[in-house]
């Protein structure tokens, strides 16, 4: 009977050995910035863009029109913005996150093109690890307009500065993960 639960449980840490492969990836842009949000305006308040994928969701893009290797996250990702004295805002409109390795930009732009804002002093990056902070002038923070968000529509008039950050957690949190696993289902069936 015993060799039926081991057989289970290997099993089991086998299948969550795979599943754990998809590793999490939270990316940030945080900063202080004017504009609107469904018409109320905000001026120079704190905003966190938060955006999350996972290192297997990635694209590589072959090479765009000017020869520039391109790493894009889809467009199905989760992004979210929390603005100081506003409130908590989900994206709803299409966007992705991009890394144009020959230039060393990274950015947020619209599913159907137009970054919404970038920053440079990301050469050869690939979206897969962690990196920054960098803190910036962002570009293109004249296209951040008319953004569908779950409470309207979001136009950034004034971003001076912004951060850039991404995490990926620590490859031995989910060695320990995998372990904690595995010891607990060793131990529930030695119990039977």
Known sequence: MKSAFQIGGAIALFLLTFSVHAIPISYRFTGVGSGTLNGTPFNTAQFIIQVATTDTTLITSSKDMFNELIYNTPSSITSTIAISGIGSDTITEGTRLFSNTSVGAIGLQRSADGDLMNLGGFPNYDLKSAAGPVTGVPGAINQF?????????????????ATFQAFVPEPGALSLLTVTVSLALRRSSRQI
């Open 145 to 161: 307009g008319n953004l569908g968000t779950s409470h309207g529509s979001l136009n950034f008039s004034s971003v001076p500065t």
